[in-house]
């Protein structure tokens, strides 16, 4: 349904490429996660899919039909929802709503009702600049959905939500699957993506690292890792070793001989811990 092909971005036209030859395909009802730290160019990426930022170098797709050529229509068929909430704090989270849904030419759900879907219905009528972060956030994401799109675009979706709140958006997403939905997820929360994509690429630096679905690539990269702890008393250390690299193998030799070991546990490797491994930096 979608294909993103040999994608460049430089802001400064100085060949320092944000995104730097990105090329991926979505199947329509499936939820793509595109995984990666701050400014690994996932947001450059997902603006350029949704027209915000002119596309200068590649191709973006769908069903074969170019996004330059794609119309104003097309609006109407997708949802973004930002990780900065774009919202007017100065009119209430009900106002807001009504705004919004006035932009497009389809018909769009009922602003209370998608309030009191995410816990907001009590706040319908107060002025957005004085919701919490979190409150903000939900209202952003309850905004993309409001046209039932065909295409949702989520850039961190749960920044900032509580466990309770975080499950609640959680399970509208899965609804929105079922439905058909095709959804394109940005990230640098790796239980997110695990918990909810179909297929996940890593992004660092502008370039896509690998592509896969979660459980391959815990397959793939963690099938001899352990979590062990070392030093002495209370002053240890946490870590992950995968003993098929040679160099962690050769550590964990070295802290056996040594006598350091606390504590040892074979696992299945995270998302995140297989990110580090192939890119060797975290995820903030």
Request: charged residues 30%; glycine residues 8%.
């Amino acid at each position: 349904m979608i294909k993103v092909e040999n994608l460049f971005h430089d802001y400064e036209g100085k060949k320092h490429y944000a995104v730097n030859d990105v090329s991926f395909n979505i199947e329509k009802g499936e939820i793509f996660g595109f995984l990666g730290p701050n400014g690994a160019g996932k947001s450059t990426v997902q603006n350029i899919m949704t027209g915000i930022l002119k596309k200068q170098q590649g191709k973006v797709l769908y069903n074969n039909k170019p996004i330059e050529k794609m119309g104003k229509s097309f609006n109407n068929r997708i949802g973004v929802s930002f990780e900065q909430p774009n919202i007017y704090l100065k009119l209430t989270g009900y106002e807001n709503l009504k705004y919004f849904g006035g932009l497009f030419n389809v018909r769009t759900e009922d602003p209370m009702k998608l309030l009191e879907k995410v816990g907001l219905k009590d706040e319908a009528n107060k002025r957005t600049a004085n919701y919490s972060k979190g409150m903000k956030q939900r209202l952003g994401f309850i905004r993309s959905i409001m046209n039932n799109p065909e295409i949702l675009f989520l850039d961190e979706p749960l920044a900032g939500l509580d466990p309770n709140t975080a499950s609640g958006i959680k399970e509208i997403i899965k609804e929105m699957k079922k439905k058909g939905v095709t959804i394109f997820l940005t990230t640098h929360n790796m239980f997110v993506a695990d918990e909810l994509c179909d297929r996940v690429a890593f992004i660092n630096e502008g370039k896509i690292i690998t592509e896969d679905n979660p459980r391959n690539l815990k397959l793939k990269y963690g099938k001899q890792s352990v979590k062990i702890e070392t030093g002495k008393g209370d002053d240890f250390k946490t870590e992950v070793l995968f003993l098929e690299n040679e160099e962690d193998k050769e550590k964990f030799d070295r802290i056996m001989k040594e006598k350091h070991l606390q504590t040892i546990h074979s696992q299945e490797a995270t998302l995140e811990q297989i990110f580090i491994k192939l890119t060797g930096r975290g995820l903030v």
